[in-house]
């Protein structure tokens, strides 16, 4: 699954399971229509393993810790069961942790999905995947949204009472008393009055903790991500990915082809547009057409997205440059693509391909829709061998 993204359930128990290469502390909580828990007891994790219709499952080390969903059992009212973990050692990141929830039956523990949230970083606990009650049926959603205050910051937000524990007031140096006459009692001493708990955590809003518009143009390294967010709104416009390039080599014509690949929520190949389909998902996505040489200023080849007319089912854009007649990318120079605003023309997103492999194929950004609405974009520069948009399909998908 891709963040976003859902599968209808086709049965009513069901098993998340979390693994990592790290050990992980994996809960779940009950939500009303609000977001929120309705009490303390609504908060499923190794201290209080079982709720209504909820159990956790500890794995002892060895196997991963899990929760199974009873949705017969789930009292009415609540329509979210979200399913969060955390490193067990403290204050650990998930930098360089790929946890992966899988989505199993509960009856034969057959596996239904997996999701593996992308770009993680400084996040000290993470909202996996949920199951929620839309229209009557159940279904399943993969989530991935990060916090940096850890299990306490998700359990706050969604409603729990987090108690901090008080820090031990340290010792100061003081004169030795003189000894007690030995009929005199000692006096008790009152301990310190615990200090005012913190105040809750905001709850986070739309590309919070994430490079997002707001401050005008984003430069864009590898493997970097920018939320399509400005003014904590999501940009739901028509939007326009120019690509461009120049010959190595002055005097030699480059003919490259740029195109963008449709995925669905399964990594599920949807459709590609490039030189020779012009327009795809009903023309929510165009293409300007073939640019022979690379020479000139400005983009090469310009495909326009609009993004509110994209079909539910698209939830993934992998915009990739291929050499039909063989030459390498260490014969282009300049290569790059950015994202405009296509009502105004600003720039807003920029991301310069600063290396080049002997290959003939380049998968440049990636857009993907998040589960709240919003799109993000992710510098790629990965190199693939293949001459079409056709032999990127594959590689594309695995990059999502």
């Known amino acids: ?20 290469p790290v050990r992980l502390d994996v809960s779940s909580l009950l939500l009303t229509a609000d977001g929120k828990v309705r009490s303390d007891d609504d908060f499923i994790f190794y201290n209080q393993p079982t709720g209504p219709g909820v159990t956790y499952r500890s794995g002892g080390g060895t196997t991963p810790d899990s929760i ?3 949705t017969t059992a789930v009292p009415p009212g609540i329509e979210k069961i979200v399913v969060t973990a955390s490193p067990d050692a403290a204050g650990q990141t998930f930098q360089g942790i790929e946890p992966t929830a899988t989505i199993r039956n509960a009856a034969d523990n057959a596996e239904l999905a997996t999701f593996t949230p992308p770009q993680l970083g400084s996040e000290t606990a993470l909202v996996i995947v949920e ?9 399943a959603r993969a989530v991935g949204q990060g916090y940096a205050n850890g299990l306490a910051g998700i359990a706050t937000d969604f409603g729990v009472s987090v108690e ?14 003189a000894p007690a006459p030995a009929a005199a009692q000692p006096t008790p001493v009152q301990p310190p009055a615990p200090p005012a708990a913190p105040p809750a ?5 739309l590309g919070a903790g994430k490079i997002n518009l707001d401050k005008g143009r984003v430069s864009l390294q590898k493997n ?16 326009k990915m120019g690509l461009g390039w120049e010959p190595a080599y002055r005097g030699k014509d480059i003919d490259l082809d740029a195109s963008v690949i449709a995925y669905g929520p399964q990594r599920n190949h949807i459709d590609s547009c490039y030189f020779g389909k012009l327009s795809i998902v009903n023309g929510a996505i165009k293409h300007s057409g073939d640019n022979l040489t690379g020479e000139g200023g400005g983009d090469d080849e310009v495909i326009v997205v609009d993004l509110g007319r994209l079909p539910q089912e698209v939830t993934g854009l992998v915009f990739t440059v291929n050499s039909f007649s ?4 260490t014969e282009v120079a300049k290569a790059y693509c950015r994202l405009l605003d296509a009502a105004t023309g600003e720039e807003l997103v920029r991301f310069d391909l600063t290396s080049a492999e002997p290959q003939t194929g380049v998968m440049m950004a990636k857009m993907i829709k998040q589960f709240s609405g919003e799109w993000e974009m992710t510098a790629i520069g990965d190199f693939v061998k293949s001459r079409t948009v056709r032999g990127m399909v594959k590689p594309a998908a695995q990059a999502l």
């Open 201 to 205: 955590p905001p709850a986070p809003t």
């Open 164 to 177: 901090e524990p008080a820090p031990t007031p340290t010792p100061t140096p003081a004169q030795a008393p």
């Open 326 to 329: 063989g030459q390498k990318f």
């Open 1 to 20: 699954m891709t963040p976003g993204s859902n599968i209808p359930l086709p049965t009513t128990r069901v098993t998340v399971d979390v693994t990592a």
């Open 131 to 139: 199951i929620y009650l839309r229209n009557g049926a159940w279904k």
């Open 68 to 70: 199974t969903v009873d």
């Open 224 to 239: 970097q991500t920018v939320s399509l967010v400005k003014g904590g709104k999501p940009l739901l416009s028509q939007v």
